[in-house]
């Protein structure tokens, strides 16, 4: 009888879904159903058990299917990648270091970033455009997301970035790419009828149920903000023809229910949607690892309820179910993820260069400002989150899921444990649930489709 060998099981991952099993094969990316015996099979031998006799046909197959190229791929990059080079990509510009809500749960201090509250100037946004396009290199489209804060409280200097990149681009032969993220409590027509107009992405933040959105997205006197918000992403959403708005929650200990806020937003009309779990060192909204059971439980419910809907012909999208199997994110993305530090970074409205939106006044992380550039501590922070990808994160390297997640989130890692080279934990299995039902989803697409 032929035996998997302990290095060949770390190749694969194997997991029951609603309708059987699915077998991933790590490094091709090749997804395989198997039956109950064959995933009985696998935790035996991964248990260190030796095979029964009613096993030989099984390892037969699998022996087979390893021939066939598509099980027990060898990774083909490990120890032999090489990040890019640091070239620019995309900007965040912190807009407004200031925000009409209070969030509870805001990682940005309620939008000054522990500092004082402050609006960018056009002259520094202008500025960081500039900036983008001279060190983008050969890139051709380019990202800028506006942010805070709450970036409507400056609209007026958003409006002129926009105009202002759209001349600069042709000069370089170049797209600007825009977006803004809203709490959508300044979203009027006039703003909703401009974005549509200049074809400027969305992201219309929104917790779901009233009592849910209530209790954590407040105004200075604490009062919830639902109606409004509710009532203006309506008015968004019924300009917005170009389907690129998106709207984006966060969920707690407080509604670790959360599929139902995502039904709210179904019965609302909202279509393109994204939920994320809080992240707290500590307090009543903290989610825990006892918590785990009952968010895998709810991220299976949404699943299951993103594929009926989509064989009733009322699909929707959300976000970390968009997965393809077959043409995914290009080698770099799936080891080093969005590029914090060397191919993104983040301008506050001083001119001061980050990271990211999340290590704005974290200590030790400037990185410089558009005035001076990069300083030599910013080329070293460079350089270290540069090569802060799954290779060299040890953790990362026996994660089944690394090629999907790409390392998780720089910032999280750093607020948990001080360095970006240790991954968040509860994020990393938060992580692998949504992988396994949006590789689910992917299958019975593909099943659907032949």
């Not at 077959?326 to 980050?354: I, Q």
Request: aromatic share 10%; charged share 25%.
């Amino acid at each position: 009888m032929q035996n998997i060998t302990a290095n060949e099981l770390v190749k694969i991952h194997w997991f029951a879904v609603p309708d059987g099993f699915l077998l991933l094969d790590i490094n091709s990316g090749s997804v395989l159903r198997i039956d109950e015996d064959t995933a009985n099979c696998l935790e035996r031998l991964q248990a260190g058990e030796q095979p029964l006799a009613d096993d030989a046909e099984i390892l037969a197959e699998l022996a087979e299917l390893k021939q066939q190229g598509l099980l027990f791929s060898d990774d083909a990059y490990q120890d032999k990648y090489e990040p890019p080079a640091p070239v620019l990509k995309s900007l965040c510009l912190n807009v407004c270091h200031d925000c009409d809500l209070r969030c509870r749960y805001c990682f940005a201090s309620t939008g000054s970033f522990g500092g004082k509250r402050a609006r960018m100037s056009f002259e520094v946004g202008a500025a960081a455009l500039d900036y983008l396009l001279e060190h983008s290199g050969k890139r051709r489209f380019l990202e800028v997301d506006f942010f805070g804060g709450e970036p409507l409280l400056n609209i007026n200097v958003v409006k002129q970035l926009v105009a202002y990149g759209r001349e600069r681009e042709k000069e370089y032969g170049k797209t600007l790419r825009f977006t803004f993220t809203t709490n959508c409590v300044g979203l009027t027509p006039e703003i909703s009828a401009w974005a549509e107009a200049e074809n400027v992405s969305v992201v219309l933040s929104h917790d779901g149920r009233p009592e849910v959105h209530n209790r954590q997205r407040v105004f200075a006197n604490d009062k919830g903000s639902y109606q409004l918000v509710t009532e203006h992403i309506k008015q968004f959403l019924a300009q917005n023809s170009r389907g690129n708005a998106i709207v984006r929650g966060t969920y707690t200990a407080f509604n670790k229910d959360f599929c139902e806020d995502i039904k709210h937003w179904l019965d609302l009309g909202f279509p393109r949607l994204s939920m994320e779990p809080a992240v707290e060192l500590d307090g009543e909204r903290c989610l825990h690892e006892s918590d785990l059971p009952q968010l895998k439980d709810e991220y299976w419910k949404l699943a299951k309820l993103f594929e009926q809907r989509r064989t009733d012909g009322q699909p929707f999208e959300f976000f970390h179910f968009k997965l393809d199997l077959k043409h995914g994110p290009c080698l770099p993305k799936r080891l080093t993820g969005c590029g914090a530090g060397y191919e993104y970074m983040v301008v506050t409205p001083e001119g001061e260069l980050y990271p990211c939106h999340q290590f704005v006044g974290r200590e030790g992380f400037k990185m410089g400002d558009l005035a001076g550039g990069i300083t030599e501590h910013g080329q070293e922070l460079s350089e270290q989150f540069r090569q802060a990808h799954v290779y060299n994160k040890k953790s990362c390297r026996i994660c089944w899921a690394r090629f999907f997640c790409s390392g998780g989130c720089h910032a999280n890692a750093e607020l948990f444990h001080h360095d970006i080279m240790q991954p968040y934990e509860l994020g990393c299995q938060i992580s692998q649930m949504r992988l396994e039902c949006a590789i689910w989803l992917a299958v019975k697409e593909v099943e659907q489709c032949s």
